[in-house]
């Protein structure tokens, strides 16, 4: 961390890179990195879709249109819609 006084307010604290230093890392960090940024990003992915496929059911689309714009197998429409009615 670094500290300027001349520049502007919301800057005066500033993190300071070292670019010319490397660090090492160990192949075991680096499968655990792999592994957990391909499980979060289909996890997200569908959460999302799901939230989209929650307000058009909301909003009285049917499942065969939801289904034709979505990667959501039927089945689980049915069991989102079917909570949506409880």
């Known amino acids: 961390m670094r500290y300027d006084s001349t520049l502007p307010n919301e800057m005066k604290w500033y993190l300071e890179l070292n670019l010319q230093k490397e660090y090492g890392v ?11 940024a391909k499980s979060a990003i289909p996890v997200g992915e ?7 496929v929650t307000a058009m059911l909301n909003d009285g689309m049917d499942i065969d ?17 079917k909570n949506l009615n409880r």
């Open 26 to 36: 160990s192949n075991e960090r680096m499968e655990g990195r792999d592994e957990g």
């Open 65 to 81: 249109t939801v289904k034709r714009y979505t990667r959501l197998s039927e089945t689980r429409l049915k069991n989102i819609l």
């Open 46 to 52: 569908i959460r999302g879709e799901i939230a989209v």
